[in-house]
C-alpha cells in the first residue's frame, strides 16, 4: 500500500500530511514533486494544504495546471482514492474533479479556529469507518474556504450524496454549511478542515479518534485491495 | 543617504583618498544606526551572553541553544517600525520575512513567529486602526503563506504611537545540530545570490530606519513576496540537507553592502563581485542602488564549483534564481567592481565596524515628580467599571489578531494562543513554550524597573506551562538617542535587564536595538520588549477544565505599584505613580515553587497576574473556562490596601493557580516549605465573578456577559470603528 | 446632473514589484503556448456610479473619496480614474 502525497511549489502541510500517514498511521507515503509523474503503483493520492503559487490568481488556479494533475485525473477516473485538503481540495475544484468553488470568507480574513464537523456520507474511501452523522472536532485554517454551488448543482450534489461534511454551526458562510464533498464516484474526496492536525492527543484539545478514523476509513479500503 | 560630515572625513583619512560614490552608499548604509549600532553597542556588552545551552559561532544572526539529543533551537527578534508605520501591510509582512531569513541562515527550520504590534489610541484615532488592521493583514498573509505558525505575541495601544507603529517579530527555528552552518570560507569560494531580483524598492531602508520620520521617505517601501520566500527556505534547507553551503546571510537592512561586508568581516576574508551578475529587476539600476536596495527575499551565500552546480539544481526546480556575483578573496578587502572597473575597494573591517560613541546621558526632567500620585475620582460602580475596562482595547481578548494567524500549521502546537505562552512539541520528546512581552507604560514610569518586570513577566509566562527560561531575546526600541534624556533611558533599561539576566542566569542569545523611533508629536515611550524561550523536558501543564468546588491559590504579594497600571491610565487617564519593582529572590522563590507543584501534577491551571492586575486575571480564568468565582480580596497577601487597589496593581512575582479542592492540603504543604507568600483566596463555581472585601460585594458579573463582551470589543472596534 | 460610471484601477506604481502578476506570467501563462505576453500586471478595479454635473466633476469627486478615505495607499499605490456615460 503506497500513498502519494504532492508537493506544489507552495505547499505547507505537506510534512504534517506524511508525518501523520507514516508516524501515526504507520503506511507507506511518498512526496511527489509537481512537475513530476504519478507511478502506477499508488494506492492513494493525497493533495495536502498551503499555499500553491501564493494563493496567486485564485487559491489553487495555478497548481490545477501543473502536470502531475492529469496523472491524478486518470487515477481518479480509475477509482483511487484521492483527497484533497484545504488548498488541495481548492486544486481538485479548480482543476474540475470536484463541483463548486471556494470563496472568501464571509469574515474577509483568515480564519484559523477549532470548529466540528458532521458525516454526512461514510460511504466513501475516508469515511466508511464513520458513523453516519458522527461529529469530529477539527481545525480550520483558510481565507478562501467558503464553499459556494449554485442551487441546481447544490440539489444535484444531494441527490448524488455527494456531501460528505457539513460543519455543526456557520463558520464562513459556506453553502448549506458544507466543508466538503465528493465526486460522483465518491472516490475522489476534497475538505477544507485539517484531519492531519486532528489525529493526535498531543494536538487536539478536545478528542482525537474521530478524525483518527478519517486515516483508518483509508486504510480500511486500500488494505481490502491488497 | 549620507555620511555626518565627521564620519566622511573619517572615511577620508582612513582610506586616503576621496571615497567614490559607491563606497560612500555602502560605508552609510552600514554605518547607519540600523547596521552599525553604533549608540548602543559599547553598551550591550554588559548583558550575559553565555550559558550552558548557549553555542556561539562567527556570524550567526540568530541565537542558537542546544535543547539535547543533537537538537537545537535558533530564535531572533527584530522590528519594522518606520516601514511599517507608512505602509503597515508590506511593512509587516516584510518584518515577518527579514527574521524569518535570520533563522534559516543558521541552518535551521523556522517554526513559529511571534509578533508585538503598538499603535496609537485605536478608541479615537483612524489612523491607528488602519495601521493596526493593516498590519495584522500583512503578517497573517506572509506567515500563513510561509506554513510557519504565529503562535503568540502582544497587542498594545498608547497615545505615544500616534501616526507611528512599533512591529516587533520574533521567530524560533528548530534543527539538528549537525546541520548548523558552519560559516567558513576558502579562497576562490563562490558568492552566490539566491532568491529575489534586486529592485529598486526599498533602497536606503536601513537609513530610513535610522532617521526620524520627517518626511515620507518613499522609496524605502518593500513589497512582500511570501511565495519567493517560501521556495528559498525549502531550497535552502535541501542545500543544507546536502551540505552544499559553506556561509550564508540574509540580506536585511543595508542590502548587499551590509550583507556582503558582514560576512567578509565574520569570516575574515575578502569578497570581489560584479555588480552586473546581480540579477536586478529593472535594467537601469546603477552600481549605487544595488548595492543598498532593500529588495526582499534573498540570501546570500558562499559555496565552492562542485556544490553550486547542486545549487543551480536545486533552484531549477524551484524555479528561483541564483547568481554567482563574486568570489572570495584573500586579503580583507570588500572589492565592488561593474564589470571591469571598480566602484568600490574598502577594507571590510573598516566597513563593518563603525567608530562606536559615548553618547552622553542624563536623567529626563519628567522623571522627578512622576511617581506622586493626584487625587482619583472615586469609582461609584465597579461593576460597571470591570465591564468597560474588559472592554478596553489594551484588555480585551485578541483573538480577532490571532484567529487570523494559522497557529497549527506544522503540527507542534500543543498549547495554543490565548493562554499565558503557547508551547510546541519538538521531536526529542521535549516542548518548547515561549513568549515576548513589553510595557512602555511601566517603562516610561521607571525605564529600569519597567524593563525588569518585562523580563519578569515574560518569565512567568512561560513558567505558567511548566517550561524553565533557558534563553532570552531583547529588543530595544527608544527614541533619539542623540537626545541624553532619551540615552539615560536607554542605559537604565539595559541596566536592569543585565542584573535579571545575570542574577537568573538567563542568557541574552539575541537581541535587535532600535532607535530614532519618534512620532510627528515626539518619542515613544522606552519600549523593550524581552522574548523568553523556555524548556519542558517531560510534559507541559495542559489547561484542564475548571469545575464547580475548584481552588485558587495566589502566590507573591500585592503591593501599592499603581504607576503604569492599566487602571490608572485607561480609567483615571492618569500617567503616574509607583512603577512595580521586581524583588529578585521573591521572584525567584516564586518560579521555583511554582514549576515545583506543576510537576507533581497537582494543578489544572496556572495564570499569571499582569495588564490589569488581579481583577482582570481572574475574569480571564473565568471567561476562558466559562464558569464563575467568588474571591475575598482580604485574603490577597500583601499590605493592606483599598479594594482598587488590590484588583488592579500590577504588581509581579504573582501567579493564580487552579487546583481540585482534595489537592489543596498538599499545595500548602509545599508553598509553605517553600516560604513563599500565598493564600486560598477563591473558589469556582456558578455563573458569576465576583469580588468581595471584608463581605462586601465590590464586583459581581455574569461571566457570559463579560465574556462576550471581552472577545469581540477588539472586532467591533476595528470593523465597525 | 447625469449619473455616470466612475471606474478605480488601483495597482502598484511602477517600479514597485508585483509578485502576483509576475506568478500568474510566469507559471501560468507562459507555460502554456502564449509566448506572446511578456508582461501581466495585477490591479483592483471598484466601480463607482455617481451624480455630479459634468464628467470631470465626476471624476474630481472619486479622486478626492480615494485620497481623503485611503482608498489606495500612495505610498505603494497608483490609482487611475476612467468615467463613463451610464
Request: hydrophobic content about 35%.
Given at each position: 500500500?503506497?500513498?502519494?502525497?504532492?508537493?506544489f511549489?507552495?505547499?505547507n502541510?505537506?510534512?504534517?500530511?506524511?508525518?501523520?500517514?507514516?508516524?501515526?498511521f504507520?503506511?507507506d507515503?511518498?512526496?511527489?514533486?509537481?512537475?513530476?509523474?504519478?507511478?502506477?503503483?499508488?494506492?492513494?493520492?493525497?493533495?495536502?494544504?498551503?499555499?500553491?503559487?501564493?494563493?496567486?490568481?485564485?487559491?489553487?488556479?495555478?497548481?490545477?495546471?501543473?502536470?502531475?494533475?492529469?496523472?491524478?485525473?486518470?487515477?481518479?477516473?480509475k477509482?483511487?482514492?484521492?483527497?484533497?485538503?484545504c488548498?488541495g481540495?481548492?486544486?481538485?475544484?479548480?482543476?474540475?474533479?470536484?463541483?463548486g468553488a471556494?470563496?472568501?470568507?464571509?469574515?474577509?480574513?483568515?480564519m484559523?479556529?477549532?470548529?466540528?464537523?458532521i458525516?454526512?456520507n461514510?460511504?466513501?474511501?475516508?469515511?466508511?469507518?464513520?458513523k453516519?452523522?458522527?461529529?469530529?472536532?477539527?481545525?480550520?485554517?483558510?481565507?478562501?474556504?467558503?464553499?459556494?454551488?449554485?442551487?441546481?448543482?447544490?440539489?444535484?450534489?444531494?441527490?448524488?450524496?455527494?456531501?460528505?461534511?457539513?460543519?455543526?454551526?456557520v463558520?464562513?458562510?459556506?453553502?448549506?454549511?458544507?466543508?466538503?464533498?465528493?465526486?460522483?464516484?465518491?472516490?475522489?474526496?476534497?475538505?477544507?478542515?485539517?484531519?492531519?492536525?486532528?489525529?493526535?492527543?498531543?494536538?487536539?484539545?478536545?478528542d482525537?479518534?474521530?478524525?483518527?478514523?478519517i486515516?483508518?476509513?483509508?486504510?480500511?479500503?486500500?488494505?481490502?485491495?491488497? | 543617504?549620507?555620511?555626518?560630515?565627521?564620519?566622511?572625513?573619517?572615511?577620508?583619512?582612513?582610506i586616503?583618498?576621496?571615497?567614490?560614490?559607491?563606497?560612500?552608499?555602502?560605508?552609510?548604509?552600514?554605518?547607519?544606526?540600523?547596521?552599525?549600532?553604533k549608540?548602543?553597542?559599547?553598551?550591550?556588552?554588559?548583558?550575559?551572553?553565555?550559558?550552558?545551552?548557549?553555542?556561539?559561532?562567527?556570524?550567526?544572526?540568530s541565537?542558537?541553544?542546544?535543547?539535547?539529543?543533537?537538537?537545537?533551537?535558533?530564535a531572533?527578534?527584530?522590528?519594522?517600525?518606520?516601514?511599517?508605520?507608512?505602509?503597515?501591510?508590506?511593512?509587516?509582512?516584510?518584518g515577518?520575512?527579514?527574521?524569518?531569513?535570520?533563522?534559516?541562515?543558521?541552518?535551521?527550520?523556522?517554526?513559529?513567529?511571534?509578533?508585538?504590534?503598538?499603535?496609537?489610541?485605536?478608541?479615537?484615532?483612524?489612523?491607528?486602526?488602519?495601521l493596526?488592521k493593516?498590519?495584522?493583514?500583512?503578517?497573517?498573509?506572509?506567515?500563513?503563506?510561509l506554513?510557519?505558525?504565529?503562535?503568540?505575541?502582544?497587542?498594545?495601544?498608547?497615545?505615544?504611537?500616534?501616526?507611528?507603529?512599533?512591529?516587533?517579530?520574533a521567530?524560533i527555528?528548530?534543527?539538528?545540530?549537525?546541520?548548523?552552518?558552519?560559516?567558513?570560507?576558502k579562497?576562490?569560494?563562490?558568492?552566490?545570490?539566491?532568491?529575489?531580483?534586486?529592485?529598486?524598492?526599498?533602497?536606503?531602508?536601513?537609513?530610513?530606519?535610522?532617521?526620524?520620520?520627517?518626511s515620507?521617505?518613499?522609496?524605502?517601501?518593500?513589497?512582500?513576496?511570501p511565495?519567493?520566500?517560501?521556495?528559498?527556505?525549502?531550497?535552502?534547507?535541501?542545500?543544507?540537507?546536502?551540505?552544499?553551503?559553506?556561509?550564508?546571510?540574509?540580506?536585511?537592512?543595508?542590502?548587499l553592502?551590509?550583507?556582503?561586508?558582514?560576512t567578509?568581516?565574520?569570516?575574515?576574508?575578502?569578497?570581489?563581485?560584479?555588480?552586473?551578475?546581480?540579477?536586478?529587476?529593472?535594467?537601469?539600476?546603477?552600481?549605487?542602488?544595488?548595492?543598498?536596495?532593500?529588495s526582499?527575499?534573498?540570501?546570500?551565500?558562499?559555496?565552492?564549483?562542485?556544490?553550486?552546480?547542486?545549487?543551480?539544481?536545486?533552484?531549477?526546480?524551484?524555479?528561483?534564481t541564483?547568481?554567482?556575483?563574486?568570489?572570495?578573496?584573500?586579503?580583507?578587502?570588500?572589492?565592488v567592481?561593474?564589470?571591469?572597473?571598480?566602484?568600490?575597494?574598502?577594507p571590510?573591517?573598516?566597513v563593518?565596524?563603525?567608530?562606536?560613541?559615548?553618547?552622553?546621558?542624563?536623567?529626563?526632567?519628567?522623571?522627578?515628580?512622576?511617581?506622586?500620585?493626584?487625587?482619583?475620582?472615586?469609582?461609584?460602580?465597579?461593576?460597571?467599571?470591570?465591564?468597560?475596562f474588559l472592554?478596553s482595547?489594551?484588555?480585551?481578548?485578541?483573538?480577532?489578531?490571532?484567529?487570523?494567524?494559522?497557529?497549527?500549521?506544522?503540527?507542534?502546537?500543543?498549547?495554543k494562543?490565548?493562554?499565558?505562552?503557547?508551547?510546541?512539541?519538538?521531536?526529542?520528546?521535549?516542548?518548547?513554550?515561549?513568549?515576548?512581552?513589553?510595557?512602555?507604560?511601566?517603562?516610561?514610569?521607571?525605564?529600569?524597573?519597567?524593563?525588569i518586570?518585562?523580563?519578569?513577566?515574560?518569565?512567568?509566562?512561560?513558567?505558567?506551562?511548566?517550561?524553565?527560561?533557558?534563553?532570552?531575546?531583547?529588543?530595544?526600541?527608544?527614541?533619539?538617542?542623540?537626545?541624553p534624556?532619551i540615552?539615560?533611558?536607554?542605559?537604565?533599561?539595559?541596566?536592569?535587564?543585565?542584573?535579571?539576566?545575570?542574577?537568573?542566569?538567563?542568557?541574552?542569545?539575541?537581541?535587535?536595538?532600535?532607535?530614532?523611533?519618534?512620532?510627528?508629536?515626539?518619542?515613544?515611550?522606552?519600549?523593550?520588549?524581552?522574548?523568553?524561550?523556555?524548556?519542558i523536558?517531560?510534559?507541559?501543564?495542559?489547561?484542564?477544565?475548571?469545575?464547580?468546588?475548584?481552588?485558587?491559590?495566589?502566590?507573591?504579594?500585592?503591593?501599592?505599584?499603581?504607576?503604569?497600571?492599566?487602571?490608572?491610565e485607561?480609567?483615571?487617564?492618569?500617567?503616574?505613580?509607583?512603577?512595580p519593582?521586581?524583588?529578585?529572590?521573591?521572584?525567584?522563590?516564586?518560579?521555583?515553587?511554582?514549576?515545583?507543584?506543576?510537576?507533581?501534577?497537582?494543578?489544572?491551571?496556572?495564570?499569571?497576574?499582569?495588564?490589569?492586575?488581579?481583577?482582570?486575571?481572574?475574569?480571564?480564568?473565568?471567561?476562558?473556562?466559562?464558569?464563575?468565582?467568588?474571591?475575598?480580596?482580604?485574603?490577597?497577601?500583601?499590605?493592606?490596601?483599598?479594594?482598587?487597589?488590590?484588583?488592579?496593581s500590577?504588581?509581579?512575582?504573582?501567579?493564580?493557580?487552579?487546583?481540585?479542592?482534595?489537592?489543596?492540603?498538599?499545595?500548602?504543604?509545599?508553598?509553605?516549605?517553600?516560604?513563599?507568600?500565598?493564600?486560598?483566596?477563591?473558589?469556582?463555581?456558578?455563573?458569576?465573578?465576583?469580588?468581595n472585601?471584608?463581605?462586601?460585594?465590590?464586583?459581581?458579573?455574569?461571566?457570559?456577559?463579560?465574556?462576550?463582551?471581552?472577545?469581540n470589543?477588539?472586532?467591533?472596534?476595528?470593523?465597525?470603528? | 446632473?447625469?449619473?455616470?460610471?466612475?471606474?478605480?484601477?488601483?495597482?502598484?506604481?511602477?517600479?514597485?514589484?508585483?509578485?502576483?502578476?509576475?506568478?500568474?506570467?510566469?507559471?501560468?501563462?507562459l507555460?502554456?503556448?502564449?509566448?506572446?505576453?511578456?508582461?501581466?500586471?495585477?490591479?483592483?478595479?471598484?466601480?463607482?456610479?455617481?451624480?455630479?454635473?459634468?464628467k470631470?466633476?465626476?471624476k474630481?469627486?472619486?479622486?478626492?473619496?480615494?485620497?481623503?478615505?485611503?482608498?489606495?495607499?500612495?505610498m505603494?499605490?497608483k490609482?487611475?480614474i476612467?468615467?463613463f456615460?451610464?
Open positions: 500500500m503506497k500513498v502519494g502525497v504532492i508537493v511549489p507552495g505547499s502541510c505537506d510534512r504534517d500530511m506524511y508525518h501523520v500517514l507514516t508516524d501515526v504507520k503506511l507515503a511518498e512526496y511527489f514533486w509537481h512537475e513530476k509523474g504519478l507511478p502506477k503503483n499508488i494506492d492513494a493520492v493525497i493533495l495536502p494544504g498551503g499555499f500553491s503559487y501564493g494563493d496567486r490568481l485564485r487559491s489553487g488556479a495555478i497548481a490545477a495546471h501543473s502536470p502531475i494533475i492529469n496523472d491524478v485525473r486518470k487515477m481518479a477516473e477509482g483511487i482514492p484521492i483527497l484533497g485538503v488548498n481540495f481548492q486544486i481538485l475544484v479548480e482543476a474540475g474533479l470536484l463541483p471556494l470563496l472568501k470568507n464571509t469574515s474577509l480574513n483568515f484559523c479556529r477549532w470548529t466540528s464537523l458525516v454526512e461514510n460511504k466513501t474511501p475516508f469515511t466508511n469507518k464513520l453516519l452523522h458522527q461529529k469530529i472536532p477539527i481545525p480550520i485554517a483558510n481565507g478562501e474556504g467558503r464553499y459556494y454551488v449554485d442551487e441546481l448543482t447544490l440539489k444535484k450534489l444531494k441527490k448524488n450524496n455527494q456531501i460528505v461534511f457539513r460543519y455543526s454551526e463558520v464562513n458562510g459556506s453553502t448549506d454549511r458544507i466543508a466538503g464533498v465528493c465526486n460522483e464516484d465518491g472516490n475522489v474526496v476534497g475538505m477544507m478542515p485539517h484531519p492531519e492536525r486532528a489525529t493526535e492527543s498531543a494536538i487536539n484539545p478536545i482525537n479518534k474521530p478524525s483518527s478514523l486515516f483508518e476509513s483509508l486504510i480500511k479500503t486500500i488494505g481490502v485491495k491488497n | 543617504m549620507s555620511l555626518e560630515p565627521q564620519e566622511l572625513d573619517e572615511l577620508t583619512s582612513k586616503g583618498r576621496k571615497p567614490t560614490s559607491t563606497e560612500l552608499q555602502i560605508v552609510a548604509a552600514e554605518w547607519s544606526e540600523h547596521c552599525s549600532y549608540s548602543s553597542k559599547k553598551h550591550l556588552k554588559m548583558l550575559p551572553m553565555k550559558g550552558p545551552l548557549v553555542i556561539s559561532e562567527k556570524g550567526y544572526d541565537g542558537v541553544l542546544d535543547v539535547g539529543d543533537g537538537y537545537v533551537i535558533t531572533h527578534i527584530e522590528s519594522h517600525n518606520h516601514p511599517s508605520a507608512v505602509e503597515p501591510y508590506g511593512g509587516a509582512a516584510t515577518v520575512g527579514g527574521v524569518i531569513r535570520d533563522i534559516l541562515s543558521a541552518g535551521t527550520r523556522p517554526i513559529a513567529i511571534f509578533d508585538g504590534l503598538r499603535f496609537g489610541d485605536i478608541e479615537k484615532d483612524q489612523q491607528a486602526r488602519w493596526f493593516n498590519a495584522v493583514t500583512g503578517i497573517a498573509d506572509y506567515g500563513n503563506c506554513g510557519i505558525p504565529t503562535i503568540g505575541g502582544e497587542v498594545e495601544f498608547d497615545e505615544c504611537y500616534s501616526n507611528y507603529a512599533l512591529v516587533d517579530v521567530a527555528g528548530f534543527g539538528k545540530k549537525k546541520n548548523l552552518i558552519k560559516n567558513h570560507a579562497k576562490g569560494d563562490l558568492v552566490v545570490l539566491l532568491g529575489g531580483s534586486t529592485g529598486r524598492d526599498g533602497i536606503g531602508g536601513s537609513q530610513f530606519a535610522s532617521d526620524s520620520l520627517e515620507e521617505n518613499r522609496s524605502a517601501v518593500q513589497i512582500p513576496d511565495f519567493i520566500e517560501k521556495l528559498i527556505i525549502e531550497a535552502i534547507l535541501e542545500a543544507r540537507n546536502q551540505n552544499l553551503i559553506h556561509a550564508m546571510k540574509d540580506l536585511g537592512g543595508g542590502g553592502s551590509c550583507a556582503v561586508s558582514e567578509a568581516d565574520a569570516l575574515s576574508i575578502g569578497i570581489e563581485m560584479d555588480v552586473n551578475k546581480v540579477h536586478t529587476r529593472e535594467s537601469d539600476m546603477n552600481p549605487d542602488e544595488i548595492m543598498v536596495s532593500e526582499q527575499e534573498r540570501m546570500l551565500i558562499v559555496t565552492d564549483n562542485d556544490k553550486f552546480k547542486k545549487i543551480q539544481e536545486i533552484c531549477k526546480k524551484f524555479h528561483i541564483c547568481s554567482v556575483i563574486g568570489k572570495v578573496t584573500s586579503g580583507n578587502m570588500m572589492h567592481k561593474k564589470g571591469k572597473k571598480t566602484c568600490a575597494n574598502l571590510t573591517d573598516l563593518a565596524n563603525a567608530t562606536l560613541l559615548d553618547r552622553p546621558s542624563k536623567k529626563p526632567a519628567y522623571l522627578e515628580k512622576i511617581e506622586d500620585e493626584k487625587k482619583l475620582a472615586p469609582i461609584t460602580d465597579y461593576s460597571k467599571m470591570m465591564m468597560m472592554s482595547p489594551n484588555i480585551a481578548s485578541k483573538i480577532w489578531v490571532y484567529g487570523q494567524y494559522d497557529h497549527e500549521v506544522g503540527i507542534r502546537t500543543v498549547v494562543p490565548g493562554t499565558d505562552a503557547s508551547v510546541l512539541r519538538l521531536d526529542n520528546g521535549k516542548f518548547l513554550a515561549a513568549k515576548i512581552d513589553g510595557n512602555p507604560k511601566h517603562c516610561y514610569i521607571n525605564p529600569r524597573e519597567g524593563a518586570g518585562c523580563f519578569e513577566e515574560a518569565c512567568r509566562n512561560v513558567v505558567c506551562t511548566g517550561a524553565t527560561p533557558i534563553g532570552m531575546l531583547d529588543h530595544l526600541q527608544f527614541g533619539n538617542p542623540e537626545d534624556e540615552f539615560w533611558t536607554f542605559l537604565e533599561s539595559l541596566k536592569g535587564l543585565t542584573d535579571f539576566a545575570k542574577y537568573f542566569e538567563i542568557p541574552c542569545v539575541g537581541g535587535k536595538v532600535s532607535l530614532y523611533n519618534e512620532t510627528p508629536s515626539g518619542p515613544i515611550k522606552p519600549t523593550p520588549i524581552i522574548g523568553i524561550l523556555g524548556l523536558d517531560k510534559t507541559p501543564l495542559y489547561p484542564q477544565k475548571i469545575a464547580s468546588g475548584d481552588c485558587l491559590v495566589i502566590i507573591g504579594n500585592t503591593k501599592n505599584e499603581m504607576g503604569g497600571s492599566e487602571y490608572f485607561y480609567i483615571h487617564k492618569f500617567i503616574g505613580g509607583i512603577c519593582v521586581v524583588n529578585f529572590e521573591e521572584s525567584k522563590a516564586n518560579m521555583n515553587t511554582v514549576l515545583n507543584v506543576i510537576k507533581k501534577n497537582l494543578l489544572k491551571a496556572v495564570h499569571d497576574c499582569s495588564k490589569g492586575g488581579l481583577g482582570v486575571a481572574v475574569s480571564e480564568i473565568c471567561m476562558t473556562h466559562q464558569i464563575g468565582c467568588t474571591v475575598s480580596l482580604d485574603k490577597v497577601p500583601g499590605p493592606k490596601l483599598d479594594a482598587d487597589r488590590i484588583l488592579f500590577e504588581s509581579h512575582s504573582r501567579y493564580l493557580l487552579v487546583l481540585q479542592k482534595k489537592n489543596l492540603k498538599k499545595l500548602e504543604e509545599i508553598l509553605k516549605k517553600s516560604h513563599v507568600s500565598y493564600h486560598m483566596i477563591g473558589v469556582f463555581g456558578d455563573e458569576n465573578i465576583r469580588f472585601l471584608d463581605r462586601k460585594s465590590i464586583i459581581d458579573l455574569r461571566v457570559d456577559k463579560a465574556q462576550k463582551t471581552w472577545s470589543s477588539l472586532r467591533e472596534l476595528v470593523v465597525h470603528g | 446632473m447625469a449619473i455616470f460610471n466612475v471606474h478605480v484601477t488601483i495597482e502598484n506604481k511602477p517600479g514597485i514589484s508585483d509578485p502576483e502578476g509576475e506568478t500568474i506570467l510566469n507559471d501560468l501563462v507555460k502554456g503556448t502564449h509566448s506572446s505576453i511578456s508582461k501581466i500586471k495585477t490591479a483592483k478595479m471598484l466601480k463607482f456610479t455617481i451624480k455630479e454635473k459634468d470631470k466633476i465626476a474630481a469627486k472619486v479622486q478626492e473619496i480615494c485620497d481623503d478615505l485611503r482608498i489606495y495607499n500612495p505603494v499605490s490609482v487611475t476612467d468615467v456615460d451610464a
